[in-house]
């Protein structure tokens, strides 16, 4: 199957210059859209009746060997009453903050999807209520974990990484959130009090 | 008859001042509370505050490394927070260091519960990727990986949720099933929990002689365990009373949070990948899905507990078809993905060019990306490969089923008791390994 998937033109259709091109990958469309526009036409596309793309399967990214090549967020949607597959990519321009509007609005499926696209890759998806680190801590000082300059021992000597993990406060595995509701957060020391009621991630000192 | 009839008050026994044994009311007193606040004797802001519960990551009742961060007020949950992420051993960015078939390993570490599914995954994958079209006793024994996955992946959950509910001896009766599994794994793989069964192109070993007539027995007496499971649980008060109309998800919500698998079926949504998208061929087996109602924790069980009937019922399919394939071969004869036989290797130059190839240089899909999904035990399981024609992928993603069904746990326990938050959980059938990769 090399034709893609008529959801194509029908985007073309409704958003016009915002479809940037379409291709066809082991059988898989993938549509490449504007990164500006994307929120506008996930909606549509979860919406429409012609389209019913109301199941988001994954929202992850792709950053090349190549760096001359953009970093790619990717979006899997599928609609389960027509039994169709359609993948989403919008291409960031390497020189400008990698960002992209939420979809968390739209699928409450994307929340945690974001926010480990954010945590891996360094993705800003503006708009998501609750953008923090998942999968590593929130003191998390090395940087974005999947992207292609970060080498696979970290950026951080063992050492440096040791002395890090001894010093911090166990207080540091709780967002501002949950301290804020527990009395703990008044015994805090007065630096991390500052620190996390400015909202400060990822900085150990 | 009727004067004897007993008549329990909530008090303890205690002495008064003439050293008579009385009833000392439990509680504030007989006065209502109106009464103490007109007096001035009650205290406004008792229990205004909210508590905060940290549990886990290291409790039993979590089932691995999570950890959850609870807000109660008195017993209710206001809202739960997850915090993930313990268990990160980075498995998406080491399998862009590694060839396609050095990463089979890797799966087995993700969902450690049902490690043949993953490596079926994988090797679906990356075929899907190169376009490869692998032989039908490949398939027959891939049908069996997977269903033998799900079989003991099942069962770690019912034995787990019935410990997490007060009930011990179904986990008994689940693990000694899972045991006589794991000795087939064992036979056939040589390993219990890094199976590694798969490869590009095929399988790692066909079964080993006499190993399909275990396979036959299990089949035959497995389903007399689960009625004697279906008999403790599925009309047991105790058990109906903790789990009907408890972290109920409607089908609105359950597709909304990208749910799947069990969890997305008890909500009544009739998605299955096997019947949806085949592969393996799955539009040619005779099985049935459950589908649930209510999306409570008592429908997803039934849904597991049926899923499991059905899986025997594929693996007995998958059997015959096996014994029909007899000697037929398991791996394609396609030099880019399976070593040509040592024999050819050591006289025939061409076949000597191509084994070189592979040790030194590995499996080399096209240009491309693919995403394969499949019906894991815990949910649809995909993995997404971008390719740039080298021998290591770009990326690997790992779509894991049980990171985003958790991701339904806050809005699953808010307003629920803070036991139910325990049986809510256990009821996702989450795995740290594959959550948190």
Not at chain 2, 14 to 40: I, M, Q, S, W
Not at chain 2, 73 to 89: A, N, Q, W
């Amino acid at each position: 199957m090399t034709q893609p998937s008529p959801s194509v033109p029908a985007l073309r259709r409704a958003f016009g210059d915002a479809v940037e091109r379409a291709t066809v990958s082991c059988g898989d469309t993938i549509v490449y859209l504007r990164p500006d526009r994307v929120h506008d036409a996930l909606a549509w596309l979860k919406t429409d009746p012609e389209q019913q793309f109301d199941y988001l399967t994954d929202v992850t990214a792709v950053e090349y060997r190549d760096p001359e090549r953009p970093l790619e967020v990717v979006w899997q949607l599928r609609s389960l009453p027509r039994k169709a597959d359609l993948r989403v990519k919008a291409a960031l321009d390497p020189s400008a903050p990698l960002e992209v509007p939420s979809v968390c609005d739209l699928w409450n499926g994307a929340d945690w999807l974001e926010r480990e696209v954010y945590d891996m890759f360094g993705v800003v998806f503006t708009g998501h209520p609750d953008l923090r680190r998942i999968l590593m801590w929130e003191t998390y000082a090395e940087g974005h974990p999947l992207r292609k300059g970060f080498p696979l021992r970290g950026h951080f000597s063992r050492a440096e990484q040791t002395r890090q993990a001894l010093a911090a406060a166990p207080e540091a595995h709780y967002s501002l959130d949950e301290l804020s509701i527990a009395e703990a957060f008044h015994e805090l020391p007065k630096d991390m009090r500052e620190r996390l009621r400015r909202g400060e991630r990822g900085f150990l000192k | 008859m009727s004067e004897r009839t007993v008549e329990y008050t909530l008090a303890t026994p205690g002495l008064d001042a003439r050293g008579r044994v009385v009833d000392v009311p439990l509680g504030l007193g007989f006065k209502d509370t109106h009464e103490y606040r007109a007096a001035g004797q009650f205290d406004e802001s008792f229990g205004a505050e909210h508590m905060l519960v940290n549990i886990g990551p290291q409790h039993p009742a979590t089932h691995g490394v999570l950890r959850l961060v609870i807000e109660l007020d008195g017993e209710t949950v206001i809202r739960v927070i997850p915090h993930i992420g313990y268990l990160h051993s980075g498995f998406e960015k080491l399998g862009e260091y590694r060839q396609y078939n050095q990463i089979i390993p890797l799966t087995d570490r993700t969902d450690y519960l049902s490690p043949m599914a993953n490596n079926v995954c994988l090797a679906l994958a990356v075929e899907k990727l190169m376009g490869l079209e692998i032989t039908e006793r490949c398939r027959v024994l891939r049908v069996i990986a997977c269903e033998m996955s799900r079989i003991i992946s099942h069962l770690v959950w019912l034995g787990t949720t019935g410990i997490d509910l007060g009930a011990f001896t179904p986990f008994l009766w689940s693990f000694q099933e899972r045991e006589r599994i794991y000795n087939l794994q064992e036979a056939w793989t040589g390993a219990r929990l890094t199976t590694s069964v798969t490869r590009v192109g095929g399988m790692m070993a066909d079964v080993p002689e006499g190993w399909s007539a275990g396979l036959r027995e299990f089949c035959r007496t497995f389903p007399a365990t689960l009625v004697e499971v279906d008999t403790m649980f599925t009309r047991n008060a105790i058990w109906i009373g903790r789990t009907q109309g408890v972290g109920v998800l409607t089908r609105e919500e359950a597709i909304n949070g990208s749910l799947s698998g069990p969890m997305l079926r008890a909500s009544g949504v009739d998605f299955d990948v096997r019947k949806d998208r085949p592969y393996l061929d799955y539009e040619t087996y005779d099985f049935d899905v459950p589908i649930g109602e209510h999306g409570d924790i008592y429908d997803r069980y039934r849904v597991r507990l049926e899923e499991m009937f059905q899986s025997t019922r594929i693996l007995e399919q998958a059997l015959d078809r096996l014994d029909r394939l007899e000697g037929a071969p398991v791996n394609v004869s396609d030099p880019r993905v399976i070593l040509p036989p040592k024999s050819r290797a050591m006289s025939d130059m061409e076949a000597m060019i191509y084994h070189f190839k592979q040790v030194m240089e590995g499996v080399k899909p096209p240009v491309g990306e693919a995403y394969m999904g499949i019906e894991n035990p815990k949910g649809e399981l995909g993995y997404y490969f971008v390719s740039d024609g080298t021998a290591k992928p770009v990326r690997w993603r790992i779509r894991p089923p049980s990171f985003l069904n958790l991701s339904a746990l806050p809005r699953m326990c808010v307003g629920a008791l803070l036991s139910d938050v325990i049986a809510i959980n256990a009821s996702v059938d989450i795995v740290m390994g594959e959550i948190d990769r």
